[in-house]
């Protein structure tokens, strides 16, 4: 049985985070999360996330460290979120309903998809 990676982004300017709000499957549309997606047989976790946050939203970015905790959501799949920078490119959203920048104080108020509340204190550590 093969392990499927997901990875997600957290892009930090200043003091705010970028969010994406989700805009499939119908149980995960409307809620807000940290953009990115599946790791590709052979590619590499960060590799996985330039690619998929270029697709998603338009942007190059380099990939920073892992952040939190890497989150299980079902017993072969893996999530995992890391620290992103843009270095290029204009934020759209292709893949999502909506992109918003939060602040630390807003973190607790936003619908989260559940697994990406996970990091809220390591987020919000790093927007303090």
Do not use: C, F
Not at 88 to 102: E, I, M, Q, S, Y
Request: glycine content about 10%; proline content about 5%.
């Amino acid at each position: 049985m093969s392990k499927q990676i997901v990875v997600a982004g957290a892009l930090i300017e200043g003091a705010s985070l970028l969010v994406a709000q989700r805009a499939r499957p119908p149980e995960l549309a409307g809620l807000w999360e940290l953009p990115g997606g599946k790791v590709s047989p052979g590619e590499s976790d960060k590799a996985a996330l330039a690619r998929e946050l270029h697709e998603e939203l338009g942007v190059d970015v380099t990939v920073g460290n892992q952040i939190g905790v890497d989150v299980k959501l079902t017993e072969t799949t893996t999530l995992r979120a890391y620290l992103v920078t843009q270095t290029g490119g204009t934020l759209h959203p292709n893949d999502h309903r909506a992109l918003r920048w939060v602040t630390h104080d807003e973190l607790d108020a936003l619908a989260w998809v559940p697994a990406d509340k996970a990091w809220l204190g390591e987020l919000a550590r790093l927007l303090a």
